[in-house]
């Protein structure tokens, strides 16, 4: 098939001089027919692609409702693991989370963990990815803003159950691995 992205009516230009030179973009694009383009002549109308492109982007959207799920389904399961632990209701003493049972404390960083994202990069990754395995553990985590908004909630009356289901109600999604940028 000759330069597909043309039956497509695509083209590409040079906006930029750090780009490279179009024949060398005409070489790659001109290398990577899309599987999508197997009609027995190499050719496909603009409503087919059109509509392999919207069956595409439902497939995508479908996927990532359900990661959405499992990930929500897994902090609620963790949820309620922290509150029956077997030190759920050890009180902990020093530290930013004093105050706080053991069990309390990690169901706040739960929901702050999966709902809250912080700044940073994708460096991060790793960070928050530590820090669910952390709180798998049965540890606490030591972020002093994470704490003191546990405290201000429940000040408003909140807990981590309430605070989770406002976050579903308002249809939060919780962040996965590659945009919550966690750093402790």
Same mark, same amino acid.
């Given at each position: 098939?000759?330069?597909?992205?043309?039956?497509?009516?695509?083209? %590409?230009?040079?906006?930029?001089?750090?780009?490279?030179?179009?024949?060398?973009?005409?070489?790659?694009?001109?290398?990577?027919?899309?599987?999508?383009?197997?009609?027995?002549?190499?050719?496909?109308?603009?409503?087919?692609?059109? +509509?392999?492109?919207?069956?595409? +982007?439902?497939?995508?959207?479908?996927?990532?409702? %359900?990661?959405?799920?499992?990930?929500?389904?897994?902090?609620?399961?963790?949820?309620?693991?922290?509150?029956?632990?077997?030190?759920?209701?050890?009180?902990?003493?020093?530290?930013?989370?004093? /105050?706080?049972?053991? /069990?309390?404390?990690?169901?706040?960083?739960?929901?702050?963990?999966?709902?809250?994202?912080?700044?940073?990069?994708?460096?991060?990754?790793?960070?928050?990815?530590?820090? +669910?395995?952390?709180?798998?553990?049965?540890?606490?985590?030591?972020?002093?803003?994470?704490?003191?908004?546990?405290?201000?909630?429940?000040?408003? /009356?909140?807990?981590?159950?309430?605070?989770?289901?406002?976050?579903?109600?308002?249809?939060?999604?919780?962040?996965?691995?590659?945009?919550?940028?966690?750093?402790?």
């Amino acid at each position: 098939m000759s330069r597909w992205w043309k039956q497509l009516g695509l083209r %590409f230009d040079v906006r930029s001089p750090l780009s490279p030179p179009p024949e060398n973009r005409a070489l790659v694009l001109g290398g990577l027919v899309p599987v999508g383009f197997d009609s027995p002549d190499g050719r496909i109308t603009l409503e087919e692609a059109a +509509q392999r492109l919207d069956a595409a +982007q439902a497939e995508v959207e479908r996927a990532r409702e %359900f990661e959405e799920a499992a990930r929500r389904a897994h902090g609620w399961a963790q949820i309620e693991a922290a509150y029956e632990a077997p030190d759920a209701d050890v009180v902990v003493v020093g530290g930013v989370w004093e /105050g706080f049972t053991h /069990g309390r404390a990690r169901a706040w960083l739960w929901n702050f963990v999966q709902y809250i994202p912080r700044a940073g990069g994708l460096r991060y990754t790793a960070d928050r990815e530590r820090a +669910q395995e952390i709180l798998e553990e049965g540890n606490l985590l030591d972020l002093e803003g994470f704490a003191e908004l546990a405290r201000e909630l429940e000040a408003d /009356g909140s807990n981590p159950h309430a605070y989770r289901r406002a976050m579903e109600t308002l249809g939060r999604d919780t962040f996965d691995e590659t945009s919550v940028l966690l750093r402790f």
